[in-house]
């Protein structure tokens, strides 16, 4: 069995700590055993490792979110990375095209799908290892893994199974009921329905064979070129309800969807990560916060408070989850980013009426890392070392930096720095498009650019 692991998403309701690249997944906030704060993609791929799946497990992301996604698995997994967003349809495609083109997986082969960010026990995973079975024995064309409800909620998809059939460990679909009211979920739940928890198996040949209908191509480097025409659309819409033979598989254990701030925050260890105080006649207040300055909660209840370069949201817990309706109407840049060698925080961005923009960032690069060899069409760059030693590449010149540095990038210069220690860099960019695309990456590896450097000074 094949493992896919989709990882998507904007995190709208976890705002202003998840942005546009750094979805609810990636937010360290809950702890491991030896009380170290770690994500929801850590923590699966640590259940996943446990069940020992992770040798047959490849993720599906899109580009804003490879470099966090790489850096917080320490480049463990396989990755497909999508060259935009287009839905859960296109992503699940281009990741079985290319097991099957790339990695030779046979048409019988089973195929498990599952969310980056489940919050369950490992026993969940054992659950889904038993997918593979369940496909072979029901010869169904989809086999689901259904959670046993706990309490009548809206605010879940609901899998209606059939006749139950006690001779057998899993129950052919019915029909699915999508977001009922309690009352209606009350009654599903009488009728032995379950929480569609997004977790499905099929065999690869199943999939290929749809691709094949729409005329699409099964070769993974053929589905890349297409892939920005292709429509976008949920697979749950283009293959689930379309299908006709579907069973489902019950899992009885702990399952629950962190998707917003009251939900996320009943998994947490501590009321507060960060800098400020919560007063002691403050009852059930959480208290996140990633900015230097200390935020104090006084006299107040049920309350997350939650401040980060993007933004500050203090909410009652109850009502949080409306936050993503208020979100949408911000368009502004996301402020802080994880990335493969670090991360970067915004400190101010400043545009001019003359077409002339200004933006200022703290980067750290971690020990042994390096940013790539790279230039910029339309931006100059001042560098400032405040933190740590490195080496500066620059015009295929090297050099050791250290704090009180001062390095000036024109538009065009071709550059690169590597940390010998943690590293951090007061940078200021100003041109006319400041925008992460404007970069030219030449090389990426250190080993690469001395290489590059070295061969230049040969010649």
Request: overall charge negative; proline content about 4%; some cysteine.
């Amino acid at each position: 069995m094949k493992l896919i692991l989709l990882s998507g998403g904007s995190g709208q309701r976890l705002w202003p700590l998840s942005n546009d690249s750094r979805s609810k997944q990636f937010l360290k906030v809950l702890e491991d055993k030896e009380n170290i704060l770690q994500s929801m993609v850590q923590r699966v791929w640590k259940q996943i490792s446990n069940v020992g799946l992770e040798k047959y497990t490849i993720i599906a992301t899109g580009k804003s979110q490879e470099d966090m996604i790489k850096s917080q698995l320490e480049h463990q997994a396989g990755f497909i990375i999508e060259p935009c967003r287009r839905d859960t349809f296109p992503a699940i495609a281009l990741a079985v095209s290319y097991l099957y083109s790339n990695q030779s997986a046979d048409r019988d082969e089973v195929i498990s799908i599952l969310p980056v960010d489940p919050y369950v026990d490992d026993a969940f995973f054992n659950r889904v290892k038993d997918l593979e079975t369940i496909i072979q024995q029901s010869e169904a064309q989809l086999a689901l893994i259904g959670v046993s409800p706990t309490y009548p909620s809206s605010k879940y998809g609901y899998i209606v199974p059939k006749q139950i059939e006690k001779a057998k460990n899993y129950f052919s679909v019915n029909r699915f009921t999508e977001k009922p009211s309690e009352a209606q979920a009350a009654s599903l739940i009488k009728d032995g329905a379950l929480w569609n928890c997004g977790v499905f198996a099929f065999k690869l040949g199943y999939v290929l064979s749809i691709l094949e209908e729409k005329g699409l191509p099964t070769h993974y480097d053929e589905l890349l070129k297409q892939y920005e025409t292709l429509p976008k659309i949920s697979f749950d819409y283009e293959v689930v309800e379309k299908t006709k033979d579907i069973v489902v598989l019950p899992y009885n254990g702990y399952w629950k969807d962190l998707g917003t701030w009251n939900t996320l925050t009943e998994e947490m260890a501590t009321n507060q990560i960060g800098k400020g105080v919560i007063s002691e006649d403050s009852k059930n207040v959480h208290l996140i916060n990633e900015l230097d300055i200390p935020v104090t909660v006084l006299g107040t209840s049920n309350l997350i408070v939650a401040a980060s370069p993007d933004g500050i949201l203090v909410s009652d817990k109850e009502a949080s989850p409306r936050i993503k309706e208020l979100v949408g109407e911000f368009d502004n840049r996301p402020m802080y980013e994880e990335r493969r060698w670090g991360w970067y925080r915004v400190l101010d961005y400043t545009k001019f009426s003359e077409d002339k923009e200004v933006l200022t960032k703290r980067i750290c690069v971690e020990a042994g890392k390096n940013l790539s060899y790279q230039l910029h069409d339309y931006r100059d760059e001042v560098w400032t070392i405040i933190k740590g030693e490195g080496e500066f590449a620059l015009n295929n010149e090297l050099r050791v930096v250290k704090p009180g540095d001062v390095l000036q990038i024109k538009s065009g210069d071709k550059h690169a720095i590597r940390a010998i220690n943690d590293l951090e860099i007061i940078e200021v960019q100003t041109g006319s498009q400041l925008i992460e695309e404007d970069i030219v990456r030449l090389y990426m590896t250190w080993e690469e650019i001395q290489e590059h450097v070295l061969s230049v000074k040969e010649s």
